[in-house]
């Protein structure tokens, strides 16, 4: 097979190394530059890859992905999209190839949208952005997805031993992303993705009332049928409510967030925390508690790292030391550090309440 990996890229020089490094597995690796001012082209072209420069006015990621897509040799079979900032496991060609198949339309495959200090996965979900050679298209400003242009369903294939992790740059403004969603939802007002995507962004931006109204808008939408995403806006929307110091709303929404889906961690650990800052105990063991139950983690991109963490057991462990019960409290802090072993609070919090049970931690 030849495999083709094709890229955007502006000023990330600092990432060619690696990146080409990793996708060298490939026949091909062609590059979209769209106004690089470092040492990002040449260092791209020096390593092997084939760059084209381009400016997009005005700058949309589907545009970009396009264009930087028509790079592709016309023979290529499998088409591979991915940043600067990613990185895959060593010996993804292979595995690609143990599952592709003629007819074959994407491969799904691991990615990790964070990586946790420890180099382990932070979110995690299962992406689709390899793809055949014809027959695609990205579509919307930002956050965008790959359609197919003949509208037939898409065959995917299972792709496990690939992963693909992601190491983005601190330092990279997201100043874009939300014009660039308001115009997404300006193009599509009936497409629910993208109006939770634009709640989600008011919130992370601290607009909580707006958060607030767009997600009440993507709850009341009748294609917004997915649960795991509604009950992520109702999580978003009992955030905002909580940072606006209205904790009885943020109670109810949680709630509701529950009901929704209740087969996911994250709106028990998110009510554990808020009571955590009530000191309403009982409430955050209970909560965090059936976090607890729940053993299998989602693999779609509606789950928060910390839920899957040592969060749930921190928070239970201090609710155990508050009301007495130090054993339990010792339990569940160990437990909260094999999940976070250099965590100093948690370290400090193990050998309190081992003292209060009598032991002595080293």
């Not at 499998?78 to 339309?105: P, S």
Request: charged share 30%; proline share 3%; hydrophobic share 35%.
């Amino acid at each position: 097979m030849k495999i083709s990996v094709y890229a955007i890229s502006k000023n990330e020089s600092k990432f060619v190394d690696r990146w080409m490094d990793s996708m060298s597995e490939a026949n091909e690796i062609v590059v979209l530059d769209t106004g690089s001012e470092d040492d990002t082209v040449e260092k791209l072209i020096r390593r092997g890859a084939i760059v084209k420069s381009e400016i997009i006015n005005p700058w949309r990621f589907d545009v970009a992905r396009n264009r930087s897509m028509e790079l592709v040799s016309a023979d290529a079979d499998i088409c591979v999209c991915t940043d600067l900032d990613e990185v895959f496991n060593k010996g993804w060609r292979n595995e690609l190839e143990k599952v592709w198949y003629k007819g074959a339309g994407q491969a799904v495959y691991r990615y990790a949208w964070s990586v946790l200090p420890d180099g382990s996965d932070g979110v995690s979900f299962w992406y689709e952005k390899i793809h055949e050679r014809n027959g695609y298209r990205w579509t919307h400003p930002v956050h965008e997805i790959l359609e197919r242009t003949d509208g037939k369903p898409s065959v995917k294939v299972r792709a496990e031993g690939v992963h693909l992790k992601h190491y983005p740059d601190p330092e990279k403004s997201r100043a874009q992303y939300l014009s660039l969603l308001e115009m997404s939802v300006k193009e599509s007002p009936e497409d629910d993705r993208n109006m939770h995507y634009l709640g989600r962004e008011y919130m992370f931006r601290g607009r909580w009332d707006d958060c607030i109204k767009t997600l009440m808008r993507h709850l009341e939408m009748p294609s917004a049928t997915w649960k795991d995403e509604r009950a992520a806006s109702m999580r978003f929307i009992a955030r905002s409510y909580a940072n606006k110091g209205d904790t009885a709303s943020a109670r109810d929404w949680y709630l509701r967030a529950i009901a929704e889906a209740p087969y996911l961690r994250e709106a028990y650990v998110e009510s554990a925390r808020l009571l955590y800052t009530l000191g309403e105990w009982d409430g955050v063991i209970y909560f965090a508690s059936c976090a607890l139950k729940i053993k299998e983690r989602p693999e779609t991109y509606m789950n928060d790292a910390e839920a899957w963490g040592a969060l749930p057991y921190d928070l239970r462990s201090i609710a155990y030391y508050y009301t007495g019960r130090y054993e339990k409290a010792l339990d569940d802090v160990k437990k909260a550090l094999e999940h976070s072993p250099n965590d100093c609070r948690l370290q400090t919090n193990e050998r309190l309440i081992a003292a209060k049970c009598g032991d002595t931690v080293k």
